[in-house]
């Protein structure tokens, strides 16, 4: 569903991604790991379409992020680090503007929300505006606007950030539950979510792929938890 092919991009003489390629089946939910600076956000964001690559491709759901963006952004659902979002809306209303954008009409309009506000449990908050909210729920409206049209991908850039022990048990919970029918792709520095929800691991640093693995593989290798797996492959690689 996701297929990654020499994807570049520099920012100025900073090389954020250099010349990556795997692929990401639906069933599979990818952990896609490094240090600070490694350029997994940044390949995120070629893949959604936000920032053109200098080099290279990729597509979703078999739509080319340079051919065919609008078919990219129809079939996927996008979680940034910093969740944009319009802080004078109320969270409902934010919601229903993004059904306008999706063009999620009528019966099909309510199906959406009587789905994703339990989902995402925003009830609560449902009628406070964006700037009234915690960050963990801020976090919760950026899911809910990423899963409102039910996309076959998933791009989730530090999902559970902000969020309690508890409502971060219930998001990795949700993804495990998703992940039996869509493609997810999942950016985070908690090693722990990774063995929680994610069948498949890359580790990059420096913008290049190290490791593609599980982390099962990755801790039987090494004879280590994946903290420890981390440390050795990105200060190698540093070294």
């Known amino acids: 569903m996701i297929k990654v092919k020499d994807l570049r991009r520099s920012f100025g003489s900073v090389v954020a991604v250099d010349g990556i390629?795997?692929?990401?089946e639906k069933g599979q939910v990818l952990g896609l790991l490094g240090p600070n600076g490694a350029g997994k956000s940044t390949a995120m964001r070629m893949i959604t379409c936000f920032i053109k690559p200098d080099g290279g491709t990729a597509s979703v759901c078999g739509h080319d992020i340079l051919q065919d963006p609008l078919g990219v952004r129809r079939c996927l659902g996008y979680v940034p680090e910093n969740v944009p979002a319009y802080n004078e809306m109320t969270v409902g209303s934010f919601l229903n503007f993004i059904c306008d954008v999706r063009?999620?009409?009528?019966?099909?309009?309510?199906?959406?929300?009587?789905?994703?506000v339990p989902m995402c449990s925003i009830e609560s908050v449902y009628h406070q505006t964006i700037e009234t909210l915690s960050k963990g729920y801020k976090r919760r409206v950026g899911l809910a606007q990423a899963l409102i049209h039910d996309p076959e991908v998933l791009i989730l850039d530090e999902p559970t950030d902000g969020l309690d022990p508890n409502q971060k048990h219930e998001v990795r919970r949700l993804?495990?539950?998703?992940?039996?029918?869509?493609?997810?792709?999942?950016s985070t520095h908690i090693l722990e979510e990774v063995d929680a929800v994610c069948s498949r691991t890359i580790i990059i640093a420096r913008g290049k792929i190290l490791v593609d693995s599980t982390p099962k593989a990755l801790k039987e290798k090494h004879h280590a938890g994946l903290d420890e797996v981390f440390r050795k492959i990105t200060r190698a690689k540093s070294a």
């Open 21 to 24: 390629s795997f692929e990401v």
């Open 103 to 116: 063009g999620i009409k009528g019966k099909n309009r309510k199906k959406a929300l009587d789905r994703v």
């Open 175 to 186: 993804i495990s539950q998703m992940s039996q029918d869509k493609c997810i792709i999942v």
